[in-house]
């Protein structure tokens, strides 16, 4: 941004493109955009832009390039590393794309949908739903995550054992690239070698590298018939086993595989008023494993699930176990599992961790990592829970009772972080499974990153944006 930037000459420009819905600098419309999900960011910015389609998304960083105004794109505002906040300088255009919520088409016959950025997930699953399909990822916030969010983050979910993450479900990407320009390659391919995959490039680049305005998603047939299983087991290694064994039994049926220690069960039963124990008793460790079948084997879906039970019991891998006898328990398990980070907000304050290590290591990972942390840091609690079958535990590790949480998280909770993360470098990991860098990550990035690898994306970056105007501050 230039010394002689006029910050009121470049609004009046914006909102002639844009028109008066398309921009605004109030700052009480913009107040609850400007935090995020986690309340840990909190930005200014000069204003809020809500373009209607992609020409004037291009149209928009034109003139911002033009006048050296930095962009931060936003989808939901359901990111957990604080990705999509602007900083304090209020020097940066929030770019919302929530008004971009069309789902261009559901093509049945070729299983894809072709949607824009600002459709929310629960939409899209719906939408998929009336064709008979269905979009394989679902996480916790369905009902506010955008579909370009979930690209610029490369969003997991509880179904990556069976489908992978969103780079394996993005089949075609349209984006506006830092100079304005458009990519166009919505149409998907299966054979394709004219060079570089580009649309890989900008899926997980969180917006620093152009902002996604439209993809075409793959689609699966829609499930007819699934089995939820909850069990109880003595140990994460068993839960591994119980993991090998459940693959080689219901092999392509197997779509979700979770686990939880009691901790986080007992956690969910106290603040959620109508959740129940799935079990009578106890356990180290839970597994929630979900089974699905389309038309052809419905039928023989139930027989499945409990020939796996069975053969579970037979070879000591489950000490209690149940199967959901109904859709509505189904959905209370899940719930259960969904619930875990807001139940243990509400404990007190805590730091996560969104981590990974090679799949068969992460029992070993988390045996070793909860009694070292809580060791090095008395009256702290280390859990982990989450995707087993993709080697990514959601670590957290709560505070003890009575600190304060700010200078707790500012202070103990930095430094428990680092620590943490030193641990999952040290064991070949990642520390950012499925939720992106933003700022919350970025200077460990930067500190645990391989450099050839942060050299690599800076070079790239200085290539696509020499003037850094998107989505400053984030990733590199």
Known sequence: MSTSFSPTAFLEEATALLGPKGITADQEAMDGWLTDWRGRFTGRALAMASPADTDEVAALVKLCARHGVPIVPQG?????????????????????????????AVDTENRT????????????????????????????????????????????????????????????LEAVLPDGSVFDALTPLKKDNRGFDLKQLLIGSEGTLGIVTAATLKLEPAVAARA?????????????????HA????????????????????????????????????????????????????EGLPDLAERLLISAFEAGLVTDATIAASETQAEQM???????????????????????????????????????IEAAWPGTRAVG????????????????SGVDAAEWQAGDGKAISRQVHDLVTQWKGSISAEHG????????????GDPVALHMMRAIKQALDPQGLMNPGKLI
């Open 76 to 104: 939901g505002n359901s990111g957990m590393s604080g990705g999509a906040t602007p900083d304090r300088t209020g020097n940066a255009l929030l770019l919302t794309l929530r008004r971009m919520n069309a789902i261009r």
């Open 113 to 172: 949908a072709t949607c824009e950025a600002g459709v929310v997930l629960q939409v899209l699953h719906k939408a998929a739903e009336k064709e008979a399909l269905r979009f394989p990822l679902s996480l916790g916030g369905k009902g506010s995550a955008t579909v370009g969010g979930l690209i610029s983050t490369n969003a997991g979910g509880t179904q990556v054992l069976r489908h992978g993450s969103m780079r394996a479900l993005v089949l075609g």
């Open 228 to 244: 939820v299983l909850w069990a109880g087991v003595e140990s994460l290694p068993v839960a591994r086993t119980l993991l090998l």
């Open 247 to 298: 693959e080689s039994v219901a092999g392509g049926a197997l779509e979700g595989f979770e686990v939880l220690p009691q901790h986080s069960l007992d956690a969910v039963i106290d603040y959620l008023p109508t959740a129940r124990a799935p079990l009578a008793e106890p356990h180290p460790w839970h597994v929630l494993i979900e089974l699905v079948a389309d038309a052809d084997r419905a």
């Open 334 to 372: 899940w719930l259960i599992r969904e619930s875990i980070a807001p139940a243990e907000r509400a404990i007190g304050p805590a730091v996560q961790h969104d981590i990974s290590v090679p799949v068969e290591r992460m029992p070993e990972f988390v045996e070793t990592a909860v009694p070292l």
């Open 385 to 400: 829970f989450g995707h087993l079958g993709d080697g990514n535990i959601h670590f957290h590790v709560l505070a003890p």
């Open 437 to 448: 860098i933003g700022q919350l990550k970025r200077d460990e990035l930067e500190r645990l």
